[in-house]
């Protein structure tokens, strides 16, 4: 028996991946999120730490990770440092070359992606049918495709049902 028989179809429908805990678990290049980090600062008209997360969509740890990392490579600023999460940063010049460079390559400034591996596996998941077909279900008509020929012109038996 497989994970996905144990599972009902709403459980799948709403599990999502694994959320990652240090930048390494994500299997997304540094590269790649330090870039999609530094856009994101720069379309955010107040760029703190919280702001940044939210819409990274990784968890704060990550997201501090990656913008102490712009501020390593001076492309970043820390305009105000306050509460937890409160963290202010501004763009610095570099930081506009770089996203300049950035968005000739790759103009995406959403949430991070999963990895491969990972959307392979919920795509898995999802594939098994709520209700497989039988052919007791494909010979008796159901209620909504009944008098199909007439408003559409095809026999009610070509016409497939989804449940």
Not at 71 to 77: A, G, M, N, Q, T
Not at 89 to 110: E, H
Request: net charge positive; with cysteine.
């Amino acid at each position: 028996m497989t994970q996905a028989t144990i599972l009902s179809r709403l459980e799948v429908e709403t599990m999502g991946p694994p959320v990652p805990e240090e930048l390494a678990e994500t299997d997304v290049p540094e590269s790649f999120l330090c870039d999609l980090a530094l856009k994101i600062v720069a379309a955010l008209p107040e760029p703190t730490t919280d702001n940044v997360t939210e819409r990274i969509c990784l968890p704060r740890a990550i997201t501090e990770e990656l913008l102490q990392q712009l501020y390593r490579e001076k492309l970043v600023e820390v305009k105000v440092q306050s509460a937890m999460g409160a963290t202010r940063y501004a763009m610095l010049d570099r930081g506009w070359d770089r996203l300049t460079r950035a968005r000739m390559f790759c103009g995406y400034d959403g949430a991070a992606p999963v990895s491969l591996a990972d959307y392979a596996h919920m795509m898995r998941l999802q594939a098994v049918p709520s209700r497989p077909a039988t052919m007791d279900r494909r010979r008796s008509p159901s209620a909504s495709t009944r008098g199909c020929r007439a408003r559409s012109g095809f026999p009610t038996r070509l016409r497939l049902t989804v449940r």
